[in-house]
């Protein structure tokens, strides 16, 4: 619904040209370049990256065919099975249903909200000057739900325009969101454990 409010049917159809293939050397240095950069300057937040930098680097460098693949499915599967098993666990309903965790919980949807929001209009206030038009639906990839924002802004683009498909360009501010998250997570790691 923030979606639609805030963008206009022409908007929404606007398509969007891939402007360059990224060579081999750009998707292996990526990686290495930015887990460089956090590790500097935020090492509280090079654990978090270190995890992403790595699958990213064993997917794209080819050399560890059997292990990148084995990571991408069976490995990630029981990882997330093992993970919403030792959380719900401990979710019991008197500890999880108390106000402070129903407004956790609050306070998260308003800000997917506004991120959602602040996105869509980053992007028209961007069309405004430049040359090439940027579907506003993509601004609201840039929050941090992997896949789930890119398909969702995708799925908006195609019921105005079948033809119209946006989900690798949305990609790009959803991973960055990611990365973005993970960095600002390490920063408030780094200002408790000060504390």
Same mark, same amino acid.
């Given at each position: 619904?923030?979606?639609?409010?805030l963008?206009?049917?022409?908007?929404?159809?606007?398509?969007?040209?891939?402007?360059?293939?990224?060579?081999?050397?750009?998707?292996?240095?990526?990686?290495?370049? *930015? =887990? /460089?950069l956090v590790?500097?300057?935020?090492?509280?937040? &090079?654990?978090?990256?270190? #995890?992403?930098?790595?699958? !990213? +680097?064993?997917?794209?460098?080819?050399v560890?065919?059997?292990?990148?693949?084995?990571?991408?499915?069976?490995?990630?599967?029981?990882?997330?099975?093992?993970?919403?098993?030792?959380?719900?666990?401990?979710?019991?309903?008197?500890?999880?249903?108390?106000?402070?965790?129903?407004?956790? *919980? =609050? /306070?998260?949807?308003?800000?997917?909200?506004?991120?959602? &929001?602040?996105?869509?209009? #980053?992007?028209?206030?961007? !069309? +405004?000057?430049?040359?090439?038009?940027?579907?506003?639906?993509?601004?609201?990839?840039?929050?941090?739900?992997v896949?789930?924002?890119?398909?969702?802004?995708?799925?908006?683009?195609?019921?105005?325009?079948?033809?119209?498909?946006?989900?690798?360009?949305?990609?790009?501010?959803?991973?960055?969101?990611?990365?973005?998250?993970?960095?600002?997570?390490?920063?408030?790691?780094?200002?408790?454990?000060?504390m």
């Amino acid at each position: 619904p923030i979606m639609r409010a805030l963008t206009s049917e022409k908007e929404r159809k606007i398509r969007m040209v891939q402007l360059r293939t990224v060579s081999k050397r750009e998707k292996i240095l990526f990686p290495v370049v *930015l =887990l /460089l950069l956090v590790a500097l300057l935020l090492p509280d937040a &090079a654990p978090l990256l270190g #995890m992403f930098c790595f699958g !990213n +680097l064993m997917r794209e460098s080819g050399v560890v065919e059997r292990l990148s693949d084995t990571v991408q499915n069976g490995l990630i599967n029981i990882v997330t099975i093992f993970l919403g098993l030792s959380v719900g666990a401990k979710l019991v309903a008197d500890k999880f249903l108390q106000p402070q965790t129903l407004g956790i *919980l =609050l /306070l998260g949807v308003i800000a997917f909200g506004i991120g959602t &929001a602040a996105g869509v209009l #980053m992007a028209k206030l961007l !069309n +405004l000057c430049s040359k090439n038009k940027i579907n506003p639906l993509i601004g609201s990839a840039g929050v941090s739900a992997v896949p789930m924002a890119a398909r969702v802004s995708n799925k908006v683009g195609l019921e105005s325009d079948a033809q119209n498909f946006l989900l690798m360009h949305a990609m790009g501010p959803n991973v960055a969101g990611v990365i973005g998250s993970a960095i600002a997570a390490g920063v408030m790691l780094k200002y408790v454990l000060a504390m």
